[in-house]
């Protein structure tokens, strides 16, 4: 008995030893980061971690602009070939570094030059950088990007520790040093990633957090079953069927926000010999299959009503959206109408989709949408790397797949629908449209930015190279313990103020 | 004895290289471009070039398949294209995770199988070995992965008892490895414990009827003594023969075992490699599949010696 006694005092003793807030934020992925160095790295969910781990120079906002990060002011050049920026004072990185001005010209040099970078294409507008100052650096442009800011908000602008960079090269991943809220403890692959709090964050009053845990669990309803058993404590992008019963579930609360990206179907318009059909050739064609689709059902029954229907590259809530544009309603009549003009009753269409259940799903409702107005579909799921190969190399006649989005309007529209485009699949290539994102991605007046996108946007109505359907939202399950998180567009999940009580 | 191993081992070899061979043309012959899978949506064709070439992608197959070849000799297995680690270090850190899973589902399916084996064999007809056959053919039709989800949603969500996924290294936390590990091996050892079952079951009906088990009876031998002294032994030996052959069925499980409780083993990391083309850990995993199903045969062949003397005799 008194044993018994003894231990429970001592138990007790310990209970009330251990700090109140040493609090760990277990959070589950739908999969497995990549490596850890923000010049090398790709993966979405990587990102995710990268937002409790390192820094970037400029940050996004709940409606996605540009605010100060670890650049707390800056400024175009009249010509728009100079950007220069002006550094927050006081920031450590992890391993004691100073962050400055030469800092931000060694990273930007790193994500330039080190053979493994993937953040070139990114940073290709930038002819170099130099310190103007201790807290000072300016980029020069081979030609003005309005975008760049944008791209500085992402990976491209993480800032590393030029120390541990250096001493590391291509491994640095293995053992990340950044500046943000939390520092790297370990990683084991497939299982976890573990972050602690930095206790030299410029910001720390904001965080709260003690650790962070990262589990990657691809099986959404796994992940989902985790937190309810009180696993996890946060989970991100749940199945629009789970939805339902998470909003019904006392124990859970959910946050969402419409993401940059979209959802669409590409046209084979110029990219060989699967180019040559009345899809690829004859726009009213293309016109008619779009006409054909009822956006807002296929949002109903397939994303129970949680996606965001759309016929641009940005959702309707944008402010870049073209309000002379609006979602199209569906006119059977109408896409009837657009054959018989194209001299086509009835024709033929594959469409190449990923194998996975949802788009498995939208793919059958819109093959039965589209029948009425006469295309007979062929449906071709196959896994989504060979979707990739098969859409570069010109294999298809419609591909359907999706684009996450990126902050600057250039981001969704450049590389996809310019002649020259880097992701132009399609093929598709139209002088005016070149002429008009390129000069919306040299103006840095946003008012004449918008104009320009709204014209290219008329055109690409017209041409629809690519037939957009809607927006995904990101939907977050969080347990009722985690409070001040909020959603945000681009996914990510940012640990400032997010505190958790049991 | 070492003679007979030693040449088991040498035979294995070949064995192997073909095996590494045919996986390596396999995969060439998978559509989808590893380039792609890694360039995600940075494939702007400048990217790609620059990573078909830091691989060294556009040798022909059969260079890239003997540099693959003459660094594996060399104890280099390459590195894993999507995490940059050395893919020897990724196998050495999940391949005790998947012995874990499978020792432990080896366990609750002998545990289960071999006595109901045993017990329907012994009441041929009755009541019993209706149910167990029952009982198996249901293992064996269950699939695992819905019995996985089932689990977590009864054990881990409405009882609260048991972590729904995740691993722990039984050398940090001996309890919470345990934990984990509970519902993954039961779902992997279901299906096993029905075909061990079975087996066991057909192999003592077989040995029950031989003239020498009449003859044990007759000395007046007690059940007991008769069933587990005469017989068992005797039909164990193709019992532990299936065993080694189910070591491949373990693995093949365990990767969807894996997949479903999130447990960062070899299933994981095989399923986790082809999605991404992830060629030099793909060829690394199937070749130390390989080794390990070889060894377990050479393992179980070495057993039946052991316990039958008459084989000793043939050696």
Known sequence: ?502 | MLIYIAKRLLVALPTLLIVSMLVFGLQMLLPGDPVLAMAGEDRDPETLARIRAQLNLDDPVPVQYLRWLGGVVQGDFGTSLRTGQPVSELILQKLPVTIQLAVMAMIFAALIGIPAGIIAAVRKGGVLDWTANIVALSGLSIPNFWLGIMLILLVSVNLGWLPASGYESIFVDPVRSLETMIMPAFVLGTGLAATLMRHTRSSMLGVLSADYIRTARAKGLTGRQVVLKHSFRNALLPVITLSALLFGELLAGAVLTEQIFTIPGFGKLIVDAVFNRDYAVVQGVVLCTAVGFLLMNLIADVVSVLLNPRMRAAL
Request: one cysteine or more; hydrophobic letters at 40%.
């Open chain 1, 1 to 502: 008995m008194t044993r018994h006694l003894l231990s429970a005092t001592a138990l007790i003793a310990l209970m009330s030893a251990l700090p109140a807030g040493a609090q760990t934020l277990r959070i589950g992925l739908s999969d497995d980061a990549d490596i850890l160095d923000p010049d090398q790295s790709r993966t979405f969910v990587g990102r995710i971690v990268y937002a409790g781990l390192c820094d970037k120079l400029v940050d996004l906002d709940a409606q996605a602009n540009i605010i100060p990060m670890l650049a707390t002011d800056w400024s175009w050049s009249d010509d728009g070939m100079a950007l220069v920026m002006d550094l927050r004072e006081g920031v450590v990185f992890h391993d004691g570094t100073p962050f400055d001005a030469d800092a931000v010209v060694a990273n930007i040099t790193r994500s330039m030059t080190l053979p493994e970078s993937r953040r070139k294409s990114e940073l290709s507008s930038v002819a170099g950088i130099e310190a103007t100052g201790p807290m000072q650096v300016t980029f020069t442009l081979t030609a003005p990007d309005a975008s760049l800011i944008a791209q500085l908000s992402d990976r491209a602008g993480m800032m590393v520790s030029p120390t541990a960079a250096e001493a590391a090269g291509a491994e640095f991943g293995q053992n990340p040093v950044c500046s943000g809220p939390f520092k790297f403890v370990e990683r084991i692959q497939q299982d976890r990633i573990v972050l602690e709090k930095f206790a030299d964050y410029y910001d720390a009053d904001r965080i709260a957090i003690e650790r962070v845990t990262y589990r990657p669990i691809p099986d959404t309803t796994v992940r989902l079953a985790n937190l309810r058993s009180g696993e996890l404590d946060i989970v991100e992008r749940i199945a629009a069927s789970d939805v339902g019963s998470v909003s019904q579930d006392a124990a859970l609360q959910m946050q969402e926000a419409v993401g940059l990206g979209y959802m669409a179907i590409y046209a084979n318009i110029g990219n060989g010999d699967r180019a040559l059909t009345p899809m690829g050739e004859d726009a009213r064609v293309r016109q008619a299959f779009s006409l054909a689709i009822d956006r807002e059902a296929l949002n109903q029954v397939v994303f129970e009503g949680t996606a965001v229907p759309g016929n641009q590259p940005f959702p309707p809530s944008s402010p870049w959206f073209n309000q002379d544009l609006p979602v199209p309603a569906r006119d059977v009549e109408a896409a009837r109408a657009l054959l018989a003009e194209a001299g086509i009753d009835r024709m033929p269409v594959e469409i190449q989709h990923a194998n996975n259940p949802v788009i498995t799903q939208m793919m059958q409702v819109i093959q039965a949408m589209v029948a009425e107005a006469g295309f007979d579909v062929t449906l071709r799921a196959t896994e989504f790397a060979t979707l990739l190969s098969e859409q570069t190399a010109g294999n298809f006649q419609l591909s359907r797949s999706d684009w996450s989005g990126r902050p600057d309007p250039d981001g969704n529209l450049h590389q996809f629908v310019t002649c020259e485009g880097g992701i132009n699949d399609p093929r598709y290539c139209n002088p005016e449209v070149d002429r008009l994102l390129n000069e919306a991605r040299a103006a840095n007046d946003r008012k004449v930015r918008k104009d320009l996108y709204d014209q290219a946007g008329v055109i690409l109505n017209q041409d629809l190279p690519v037939i957009y359907l809607g927006h995904q939202t990101y939907i977050f399950a969080l347990d009722q313990g985690v409070q001040g998180f909020e959603a945000f567009p681009d996914g990510m999940i940012r640990l400032q103020d997010v505190t958790l009580s049991q």
